[in-house]
């Protein structure tokens, strides 16, 4: 880490990539020309939390590579602490996303084998995780590889020593892992974290029942170990359940421009304000309006919201209590 670079309240770790798509809403094998960017979902928590005035930072692999180099750049540039260790042999991963529509996205991987693939528990500097508020993790990186999954778990060991919370979005990715194969990983890392966001369908990949509904998958997601469960309901919302009870927050009516980002929007708000002294009430809220926001701009990060516009959105909406 940077000796002059802030102490980060949020350490993530996870593999970002290199993201290529259409500029227009339309296939790709109809565009003439691609935007380049960059995508990670731990990446976007970072920058989220950061644009919020958290300090954060990202751990992860890349590649020796013009790739690599673009995604330390804008990572940088966003006043994210960058972890990075580059690997001499292994590319920088990468994606293709078209947007045929604001509710229809569709994204193609080129990630086998990649620098990110490589992560290791050495990757992760001494005293990051120890000096954070919060370790926040997905499924994602375990499903990368075995020395991925090994980082993830000694990563959780050095939070619990320090007595730092792990929070753990599922982020389920069917094309890295089969369900069968996610869900005793999920499981443990549920077992592990303190804090947990799920989507409803995510829930029930974990607990093997698809007829739960989002009260009862937090009730048994709790006797897994977790001590807060926040079940992303999407238009619908958010639930969050634990030892004081549960409360249910509405969506906020913006208009959609690109869903893609959202969720990953909703927990930078949530962790940003839980680290700032907001209550649980505070918090869902938060990641709600960031949720919102996130949705009224194309790409997976650039409509992450800085403070003035959580402002503006909490002025024209209808206050709930």
Not at 62 to 78: H, K, P, T, V, Y
Not at 91 to 113: C, D, F, I, Q
Not at 168 to 174: I, T
Not at 175 to 195: E, H, I, K, N
Request: include cysteine; glycine fraction near 10%.
């Amino acid at each position: 880490m940077p000796e002059d670079a802030e102490t980060p309240a949020i350490v993530t770790i996870g593999e970002t990539m290199l993201l290529l798509h259409s500029q227009r809403a339309e296939g790709l094998e109809m565009a003439a020309a691609l935007d380049v960017s960059i995508g990670g979902a731990e990446s976007n928590v970072a920058i989220g939390a950061r644009r919020l005035g958290v300090p954060s930072a990202w751990v992860s692999r890349l590649g020796d590579d013009s790739a690599g180099l673009r995604i330390q750049r804008d990572l940088r540039a966003e006043g994210v602490t960058v972890c990075a260790r580059v690997d001499p042999d292994l590319p920088t991963g990468m994606m293709l996303k078209e947007r045929r529509s604001s509710n229809a996205t569709h994204v193609w991987y080129h990630r086998a084998g990649s620098a990110a693939s490589r992560l290791t528990p050495a990757d992760v500097p001494d005293g990051l995780i120890e000096s954070a508020r919060v370790l926040h993790l997905t499924g994602i990186t375990p499903a990368l590889s075995t020395d991925a999954h090994a980082t993830v778990r000694a990563a959780i060991e050095r939070a619990a020593a320090a007595c730092v919370l792990v929070s753990f979005d599922v982020n389920h990715r069917r094309r890295l892992w089969s369900a069968s194969c996610a869900r005793p990983a999920y499981r443990d890392l549920v077992a592990a974290s303190g804090l947990v966001f799920a989507g409803l369908d995510e829930a029930r990949l974990i607990l093997d029942d698809d007829l739960l509904d989002a009260e009862a998958a937090c009730a048994e997601l709790h006797g897994l170990g977790a001590a807060t469960v926040v079940i992303k309901l999407g238009g619908d919302g958010a639930l969050l359940s634990d030892a004081e009870g549960r409360i249910h927050r509405p969506a906020i009516p913006v208009d959609v421009v690109d869903t893609v980002g959202a969720g990953d929007a909703f927990v930078s708000g949530f962790l940003a304000a839980l680290v700032t002294g907001a209550d649980r009430v505070q918090a869902l809220e938060a990641g709600i309006r960031s949720g919102a926001l996130a949705c009224t701009a194309a790409g997976d990060w650039e409509g992450l919201p800085r403070p003035a516009d959580v402002e503006a959105l909490s002025a024209t909406e209808p206050v709930s209590r």
